[in-house]
Structures are given as structure tokens and as C-alpha cells.
């Protein structure tokens, strides 16, 4: 083997659907020299993406796919393909499994595959059998759909919102059941997920590594804190955890207390089928540059989710150190009442406790604040990000 065929072997192909962190994953990768390449689908390199830049006018949809640049990534090493985009809007069934397509364009002479949880199986398991190993990142946790399958029953909860008895199979051929063994790694972002691969491929648990995502926001501050005002953001409701934010905030209003709670991400008919819902102020979808009016301006951020992977709105509160309240299902290790306050899942009772507690002892909420942005600067930043990817990536190399 050339010296160039061995240092190519030791590199990463990077799969994976979507912008998806904004290509932060590969991009790192190419910082720290391991990139092989990038597979995706549709980007602004594909021939959709870059019609979608000659009619970027033509609405929100068509400006998304035309912003899909792998920034930083040499443009040599990105394949796209629009087979997903082409399955989505024909008429007749054509799979959206980019396994095919992969297997055409091969290993790029990469020795270590990174990929999504969920993408793609039958090119891992191709990849695997010509020696690569494989790095899956579990990006959100795999109790999520029983958590809300147990959830759903207690809510009149429109279709959007549900998940089926079918998508909680964990058998060999289906979710973290299949994934899991062909795995020489498995990537979890927080404690949460790492805890959801236990529990259901008990024997893959030495392949767990807890790798938190970063986030290239830069740590910023407030306009002033608000007095009452309470900060949401989030498109599905139910795993989220809206129903007993609403409860929390009807019993707090029965109290006497003034509260504007905001909820970024939803439309007020949306979210008609729990109790209170007419509690909450519903702002509908905020664009990236008022979420951060948003942030700036709120007395704290909640995020009482039943199930994440590692919520990356929670690290934009924190960047601006306004203090969260958040479940440990949220994917951020928080530490209890000193970068942040800790609720159970699915309990009002707590939450209306938490947000009394900020609003009420507004040393606490100061503490709260300096600490939660001094958390976020200690952990999360991109270079912290790219040691951390680049040390498991060793890991496999040697």
C-alpha cells in the first residue's frame, strides 16, 4: 500500500441527509485533515440545488435548498444527489434510500464511515463488509417514539403529532436494534441518549461515547431581562412537553402572577387539542434573527421536553445566559440549580415551581445566568466540538 493509500484509509466518509448541523460535522472533519468526503443529497451542488439558486425568490422552500453550501468542505469532496427530492415528488414509488447511489460512488478509499442514526442501513452494512468501520451518531434518543406512543393516549392528539406502535420496533432489522451491531462506535450527545442505547441493545454498550455537538454561537447579552416573560421554541408540541408548560402557566396566572409566555415555532390552532392552551402566546414560525430578539429579551427559556437528542435551542439560551429550565430528556447535562433548573418530564407541578423561583428570587435567576453562559462558553464551542470528534476518530485509526 503507497504512503497516499494509507493515509487515505485512515480518513473519514462523512454520510449524511440534509444540512444537518449545518455541514458542521464534515467541516470539522476537514479542519482537522480527516475528511475524505461528504455524501448528501440534495445541496446547492446538485443540479436541484442549483436551480434552486437561479429561483431563490420563488419562496422559503426553494431559498432553503438554494442555502445548502458545505462551507469550508473542498468542492471536490461533496456528492450530492437528488434522488430523495425526485422520490418526494413523483408520482410513482421510488425509494429514498441513497444506499444505492452510495455504494456507486464507493468508499472514496476512506477507512471509517460516520453516519446518521436512521440513513442509509444497507450501505453500512456494505461499507462494514469491505472492511470500513463505522461511527453511528445517534442524534436523538431511541426511547423518543415510545415516550410519546405512552404520551399520546392521555391528549386527543392530531395526527401530525403521533407516532405508531410500529415505529417503537427495536428488532434486529429495524432502528437502534440494527444499527447498533454493525457499529464500531456509537456517538450519543448526551447522557439521555446514551441511556436509550442501553436499554434497548444492552451487549453494544462498550460502543458508547458521549460526544456533546458545539455550536458556533458566540456568547452574548441580554437587552434586559423581562420580568415574567417565558421563552418556548419548538414545532412538535407534545414531545416537548407544551401540554404541562401550559398547566403550569394557568395555575401560576391563578395565582396572581403576570406572565407572558411565548411560544416560537407554533400556530395557536396547532396546539387546540390540551387543556390551557389559551394560556400561551403563540408567535408561529420566528426567523433566525428575531429568535434572537426572542433570547435577548426573556426572563428565562423552558424546554420541558419528554425526548431529545441534545436540543440545540437550549445552547442559544444559554449563549445569551438566559437561564433555561429544562428535563434531563433535553440532551444537555445541566447541573441542578447552578447553570440551570431541572424538571421531571411530564410534570406541571415543577415547572410552575421552577418559573416562580426565577421570577421571584431574581439573585438566583443572576446566578443562573452568569453561570449558564459561562457553562456554555466551557463546553460547547466549536473547537471543543471538533477535539472531541477528532479523539474518537483516533480511536479507530490506531
Not at 77 to 88: C, E
Request: charged share 25%.
Amino acid at each position: 500500500m503507497s504512503t497516499a493509500d494509507s493515509q487515505s484509509s485512515q480518513k473519514v466518509l462523512v454520510i449524511q441527509r440534509g444540512a444537518r448541523h449545518r455541514y458542521s460535522i464534515p467541516r470539522l472533519l476537514e479542519n482537522a485533515k480527516l475528511l475524505e468526503a461528504l455524501y448528501t443529497d440534495s445541496s446547492a451542488y446538485s443540479t436541484a440545488g442549483r436551480i434552486a439558486a437561479k429561483f431563490s425568490d420563488m419562496g422559503p422552500r426553494v431559498q432553503a435548498l438554494a442555502s445548502r453550501i458545505p462551507e469550508s468542505i473542498p468542492r471536490e469532496k461533496v456528492f450530492s444527489s437528488d434522488k430523495p427530492l425526485i422520490s418526494s415528488l413523483s408520482r410513482t414509488v421510488i425509494s429514498s434510500d441513497m444506499s444505492g447511489v452510495f455504494k456507486r460512488w464507493g468508499l472514496q478509499g476512506a477507512g471509517i464511515v460516520y453516519s446518521m442514526y436512521g440513513e442509509e442501513l444497507d450501505f453500512l452494512r456494505w461499507a462494514k463488509a469491505q472492511g470500513a468501520k463505522i461511527i453511528v451518531d445517534v442524534f436523538i434518543s431511541p426511547l423518543s417514539n415510545q415516550v410519546v406512543l405512552d404520551e399520546q393516549d392521555k391528549f386527543d392528539v392530531p395526527s401530525g403529532f403521533r407516532v405508531d406502535a410500529s415505529e417503537c420496533d427495536y428488532s434486529p432489522d429495524r432502528g437502534v436494534g440494527a444499527f447498533a451491531p454493525i457499529a464500531d462506535i456509537l456517538l450519543c450527545p448526551s447522557e439521555w441518549v446514551a441511556e436509550g442505547v442501553r436499554k434497548f441493545v444492552p451487549d453494544c454498550a462498550h460502543k458508547i461515547r458521549i460526544v456533546p455537538y458545539g455550536s458556533s454561537l458566540h456568547p452574548k447579552n441580554q437587552e434586559g431581562d423581562n420580568l415574567g416573560r417565558i421563552l418556548f421554541a419548538g414545532r412538535d408540541p407534545l414531545r416537548k412537553g407544551l401540554p404541562y408548560l401550559a398547566e403550569a402557566v394557568h395555575r401560576l396566572r391563578q395565582s396572581g402572577m403576570n406572565l407572558d409566555v411565548r411560544v416560537a415555532g407554533l400556530e395557536q390552532q396547532e396546539c387546540n387539542w390540551f387543556p390551557h392552551y389559551q394560556e400561551l402566546n403563540y408567535l408561529g414560525l420566528v426567523k433566525m434573527d428575531k429568535m434572537g430578539e426572542e433570547f435577548a429579551r426573556a426572563d428565562a427559556f423552558i424546554l420541558p421536553s419528554l425526548s431529545e437528542g441534545q436540543a440545540g435551542v437550549l445552547l442559544e439560551a444559554l449563549s445569551y445566559g438566559c437561564p433555561v429550565i429544562a428535563t434531563r430528556e433535553s440532551g444537555v447535562d445541566l447541573t441542578q440549580n447552578e447553570n440551570g433548573i431541572l424538571v421531571d418530564a411530564a410534570s406541571g407541578k415543577q415547572i410552575e415551581e421552577a418559573i416562580a423561583r426565577i421570577i421571584q428570587d431574581r439573585d438566583f435567576r443572576a446566578k443562573l445566568s452568569e453561570n449558564g453562559r459561562a457553562f456554555f462558553e466551557q463546553n460547547f464551542s466549536m473547537n471543543l466540538w471538533q477535539e472531541r470528534l477528532t479523539k474518537v476518530v483516533r480511536e479507530l485509526q490506531s
